[in-house]
């Protein structure tokens, strides 16, 4: 009874942050918290999800995955290299200055600036104002993605982050390490305003009052967001009503909470690919085709799903998950262990090697225990592998600086199409464009690039899915990365949280419009 009268009070110290008086508050415990309040200082999933917390897109994904107005009202195609936009009226930001298409317009061009957005804008040209209320969004070439991209374009307030701040730097630096005024400050149009934030401990949200959206069901007038890394504490922490909502909720605890009537799990099938990457540049050995098929084989994708993941993943062999234009039902698993030997001998390697290896452990679900499953794997082929693990927030800045021969990533397709995967992951590495941005492999094959670029522009759906399942075979052949599953999302809240409506493949819950009842 002393012990779990303990943990209880380490969660109510831990969780029990003041709330508004008479205010619906909602106590949510993520695997960890957004890394800045400005949005486009990393691509990533925390920092999207920020982003529709405290700012609006254009247009945003309904949950049959169609694309529905938001700060943009309705657009049309005005020629094979332009779309309109009409935007919304009477929108205010939280500064409380008026939403124009000047703010599309700055927003757009600091996207092109951003080290992790340039790569997903790189077609995008300088857009054309029409009026305060109508705007052009241009293309290089023809776009047949140019709509999705738009729900990457979240208005920024262009009067708000204009000028210098106390230490003479401009407002709209984005600065990925270091202090920044876009770092610390905000200004959307979004459903909540930051009333607080201490990074890694908590970030309270609080309800707009001159929220736009007054058709939104929501009625949480203030969210208290704690990072919780422990799937252990974070799952302690909802069953014993600490936090309202978490995600993700670990596997080998989707049973646990289904038996409480207190609390409900909600699951959604994901397309989002864990992988492990293999720097070329760094180890000899992997610029060796055999040593990297040879890992793959050593890979027993199943055996991870089964074991680790407790059946709530699907094995992969390829980037684009069923029912993307790459995936191509061939391309499966390849466990095979004996023939992960026999490659290695026959690539020169047959004693093996030692590397080095980085992973989070608290940014995908089991991603340490997914890492160290590696590790055990690779070492049957006398690959050794010295491991080293790290919570999220150090995570991408080691990733960044390619610390390590061998990097974890997950990537979940920012346009739900397969051309993303490779623009990101796959292409030549380049920092003018961005492409290649998460390519920490430093894989590079020409005519992948070239695949991928002509595939943006295709418009005949059948002629670009063929180009992607192209792709995917290259990749395949090369051994390129090391796949491991597709990740299911998952969420519990408590039995008055009504979660299912505001969830959908692109794991951004919408937070704005979750009602208590």
């Not at 919304?88 to 080290?115: C, I, M, P, W, Y």
Request: with cysteine; proline share 6%; net charge neutral.
């Amino acid at each position: 009874m002393k012990k779990c009268l303990a943990v209880t009070l380490t969660l109510a110290v831990l969780f029990g942050f003041g709330t508004l008086a008479g205010a619906t508050t909602l106590k949510v415990g993520l695997d960890a918290d957004p890394v800045s309040l400005d949005p486009h200082v990393q691509l990533s999933g925390g920092m999207l999800q920020y982003s529709h917390w405290v700012f609006d897109p254009l247009v945003r994904y309904a949950q049959d995955m169609s694309i529905e107005p938001r700060l943009a009202t309705r657009w049309e195609r005005i020629d094979e290299l332009t779309m309109r936009f009409y935007l919304r009226e009477g929108v205010k930001f939280h500064s409380g200055n008026t939403f124009t298409a000047k703010d599309v317009k700055f927003t757009l061009e600091r996207l092109k600036k951003s080290v992790d957005f340039k790569g997903l804008f790189e077609l995008f040209t300088e857009p054309a104002i029409v009026d305060d209320y109508t705007i052009d969004i241009k293309t290089k070439k023809p776009y047949a993605l140019l709509l999705r991209m738009c729900t990457y374009i979240f208005p920024m307030d262009s009067q708000f982050y204009t000028g210098t701040d106390a230490s003479g730097q401009p407002k709209d630096a984005i600065v990925k390490i270091g202090p920044s005024f876009a770092l610390a400050n905000e200004s959307g149009t979004g459903p909540y305003t930051v009333a607080e934030r201490e990074q890694g401990v908590k970030l309270v949200l609080e309800r707009f009052s001159d929220y736009w959206d007054t058709a939104s069901p929501g009625n949480v007038d203030q969210l208290v967001m704690s990072p919780i890394k422990e799937d252990a504490t974070r799952v302690a922490a909802l069953l014993s009503g600490d936090v309202d909502f978490i995600s993700p909720v670990p596997p080998q605890d989707f049973k646990r909470i289904e038996r409480d009537p207190k609390v409900n799990l909600f699951t959604y099938p994901g397309g989002r690919i864990i992988t492990v990457q293999l720097n070329q540049k760094r180890r000899p050995e992997f610029r060796v085709a055999k040593v990297r098929q040879a890992i793959v084989h050593a890979i027993n994708n199943d055996g991870i799903v089964k074991k680790i993941m407790k059946g709530t993943a699907t094995p992969a062999g390829q980037q684009s998950p069923k029912g993307y234009a790459g995936y191509n039902p061939n391309y499966v698993p390849r466990y095979d262990l004996k023939k992960a030997k026999a490659l290695m001998a026959e690539a020169g390697f047959a004693g093996g090697f030692e590397c080095t290896m980085i992973a989070p452990n608290n940014r995908y679900v089991n991603d340490e225990k997914i890492a160290e499953a590696v590790v055990g794997m690779l070492a049957k082929i006398n690959i050794k592998v010295n491991l080293k693990t790290m919570p999220k927030a150090q995570y991408w800045d080691e990733f960044d600086d390619q610390v390590a021969d061998m990097q974890l990533i997950g990537w979940h397709s920012d346009t739900e199409d397969s051309g993303n995967f490779s623009e990101f992951l796959m292409m030549c590495p380049n920092k003018e464009t961005g492409y290649g941005q998460y390519n920490s492999g430093n894989y590079c094959n020409p005519e992948v690039d070239r695949l991928t670029l002509a595939a943006q522009s295709e418009t005949d759906l059948n002629k670009r899915g063929a180009m992607l399942q192209q792709i995917e075979q290259i990749l395949y052949d090369d051994a390129a990365f090391v796949p491991f599953h597709w990740q299911n999302h998952s969420y519990g809240a408590k039995a008055n949280v009504e979660v299912a409506p505001i969830i959908n493949t692109m794991n951004f819950p919408y937070f704005g419009d979750i009602v208590v009842k």
